[in-house]
């Protein structure tokens, strides 16, 4: 059973960083895909990064581009997501998730594991 555990959201003021984490666990992610995807109030499930756990392919939004990075650990099974020079627009909950039916993917319905989520709260 795959299990997915974020930490690391909180309040932070337009401009600030936070890292998120993604702990994994349950299967071995070498042939996974792994994505970050956000939802604010009243709005859609959006993408937001995600990567081939192998390294072969790494995909971002455009609304985060060159702000936000995600990154992995192997050692740890655990994925990151950096972000820096947050704005309000970002504020949402952010959901960790996992396909073992695909490489790598930026649409919602290929993946099946989902975390509980965790709230990022940007200030202006």
């Known amino acids: 059973q795959v299990q997915l555990v974020e930490s690391g959201g909180g309040l932070v003021q337009a401009g600030g960083s936070l890292r998120l984490s993604c702990a994994a666990s349950?299967?071995?992610?070498?042939?996974?895909?792994m994505g970050w995807f956000r939802q604010a109030p009243g709005r859609a499930c959006e993408f937001v990064a995600g990567f081939s756990w192998s390294g072969a392919r790494t995909d971002y939004a455009d609304s985060v581009k060159n702000r936000f990075t995600i990154s992995r650990d192997s050692a740890r099974n655990t994925v990151y997501l950096q972000m820096n020079s947050l704005k309000p627009e970002d504020t949402a909950a952010y959901f960790c998730?996992?396909?073992?039916?695909?490489?790598?993917?930026?649409?919602?319905?290929?993946?099946?594991?989902w975390g509980q989520g965790t709230q990022v709260t940007v200030s202006s």
């Open positions: 349950g299967r071995t992610f070498s042939r996974y895909a």
């Open positions: 998730a996992a396909s073992g039916r695909v490489t790598a993917s930026t649409t919602q319905s290929d993946y099946d594991y």
